[in-house]
């Protein structure tokens, strides 16, 4: 990897600067990308953005920058995205810093600025290097997410389609599931979950596989699939809803037959059952069974005491004696069975009794 520091002045990176949801951002006379399409959108608040203007102003030191050299004369921002977009939509007059928008400072102020000079680090090397300097040098401001370092590697058609659908504020995919999917668009969060999905995990090996196909209709169109199968078995939306593993259950269980009626009487069984103490884990529980997703609630300390003294100290499968911490609550009618978390169904098991148990 080549590495050439440069000194570049402020109004030369913002010379020719355009900002637009379809070319992207650009600036240094048309040269330098400065927003890739691997990289999220402009996510700085107005303090952030402030803090960039006042350093420049005062003349202290904003940190180092750096540009990756994408072919003779053209460059794309490797680190520094979010304080180069923050100066350019000052000089732009898309915000004021201390009451003054750009066009009301004087020219000596303006000048200032403008000739502000930012160091830079111009990078040139292979992609792997380039990827590599990427996550050495993602140390200042917003850090980068795991998926925004894998766009750094598989840009192209298909993933700028892909980032149409999922990665944009307000895009389809948002519009869509909200109301299921967690995180951010911006932040990569849908279009890692969907990746995650459809590839059960092996999210490099499907960016790479997909990496020069036109467009990602595939991808969406599984997304599509994979809600309207969530909206059909469970049509009454709850907020425990919101970010479970849809794609991991619609691929493990979208085969078998379930009745939408049936599924939401037992929701609202579930949803009552003070037993039940991780609402959210009702869901894959009715496709699976497995009561661990429902962390049935314990006894507690009062009632294995209670239940340790009535029994006095004897298991009740295997007849031994054992001392109270060599033994563990057991719900004499199971749960599933309609038995609850009360002293009148608390028994007392040997460790090695109530993991056979368990495990029939």
Known sequence: MKIEPRNIKVKDVYDGYVD?????????????DIRPKYQREFVYDDKKRAAVINTIKNGFPLNVM??????KDTYEVLDGQQRTISFCQY????????GKYAHNLTNDEREKIENYELLVY??????????????????AGEKLTDQELRNAVYAGPWLTDAKRHFSKTGCPAYGLADKYMAGSPIR???????????????????????????NASELWQYFRTV???????????????????????????????????????????????EDVTNKRG?????????????????FPESMKREAYERQKGICAKCGEHFEINEMEADHITPWKEGGKTVAENCQMLCRECNRRKSDK
């Open 20 to 32: 637009s949801d379809e070319e992207g951002v650009t600036g240094y006379g048309g040269k330098l």
């Open 66 to 71: 750096y540009w990756a050299k994408t072919g």
């Open 91 to 98: 000089l732009n007059g898309d915000f004021s810093f201390e």
């Open 122 to 139: 111009i990078c040139e090397g292979a992609d792997s290097e380039k990827l590599d300097w990427f996550k050495i040098v993602n140390i």
């Open 188 to 214: 990569q969060d849908y279009l890692e979950a969907v990746l995650r999905w459809i590839s059960d995990g092996e999210i490099e090996e499907y960016m790479a596989s997909h990496q020069r196909d036109e």
């Open 227 to 273: 809600i309207n199968w969530v909206e059909t078995i469970f049509p009454h939306y709850r907020k425990e809803m919101k970010g479970l593993d849809w794609g991991r259950l619609y691929n493990e269980h979208h085969e078998a037959n379930y009745n939408a009626q049936d599924l939401e009487a037992d929701i609202q069984q579930l949803m009552q059952d």
């Open 282 to 298: 009702i869901y894959e529980y009715l496709l699976t069974w497995d009561t661990k997703f429902l962390n049935i609630r314990a």
